[in-house]
């Protein structure tokens, strides 16, 4: 992605401010989704970016703007970036981009996806963890109907005794640096931790067969 724009503007925070600051964005407070404490808030993008800003006060909960439409809401910020062509293999159709935007610590926690995704990471870098879809059953995923692509798991703090079968599970992982890509299939299971300030954008596509 080095010819992209955004390599460059988007570590720029006045530049984000000056293109986006008086826009309303969704951003999580808390650990993450699936923690008591999260919550959603909607507030200006300046002041998500002067949270960001702040956000190596231990004192400040993260905020997280995460899965967020954010290019549809944004045309400039589209602009700066490019769909790689391999989103457009196999005739798929192209979904929705994401943008997820946050400061070091921001969680996704682990779960799965029914599209191919290319995580683009513009700016920062995030730890990524993956398991294949074969190994669903080990990973203990949620009953409920809302949650059953998200893992039982706390992969920051496994209790061995009630998930025994993840503790010894093989996977993949890797730093995502900046100006890097990774595909992550359909169903695979992934678990993303920010090691920086982070700006990544999520490209989802499905296949004319399906998702598989």
Not at 183 to 201: E, G, M, N
Not at 205 to 211: M, R
């Amino acid at each position: 992605m080095a010819h992209w724009p955004a390599t460059t503007k988007w570590n720029d925070m006045y530049y984000l401010k000056r293109v986006a600051g008086g826009r309303t964005v969704p951003v999580e407070v808390g650990k993450n989704y699936l923690s008591t404490d999260w919550k959603q808030e909607l507030i200006s993008f300046s002041q998500f970016l002067e949270r960001i800003q702040s956000s190596n006060c231990s004192s400040v909960t993260p905020s997280y703007l995460a899965q967020h439409p954010l290019f549809d809401q944004i045309r400039e910020l589209k602009e700066d970036i490019c769909t790689p062509d391999y989103c457009f293999t196999g005739g798929g159709e192209l979904r929705p981009l994401n943008a997820w935007f946050g400061p070091a610590g921001t969680v996704t926690p682990l779960h799965h996806d029914p599209h191919h995704n290319i995580l683009a990471q513009v700016v920062g870098k995030k730890y990524v963890r993956l398991y294949p879809a074969s190994l669903s059953e080990e990973l203990y995923p949620y009953s409920e109907t809302m949650l059953c692509n998200s893992s039982q798991v706390d992969l920051d703090n496994i209790n061995e005794k009630e998930f025994p079968k993840a503790v010894e599970l093989e996977f993949v992982d890797c730093i995502l640096e900046e100006g890097e890509m990774l595909y992550i299939p359909p169903k695979w299971w992934h678990y993303v931790r920010s090691l920086t300030t982070s700006f990544s954008v999520s490209f989802w596509w499905s296949n004319n067969g399906g998702s598989s």
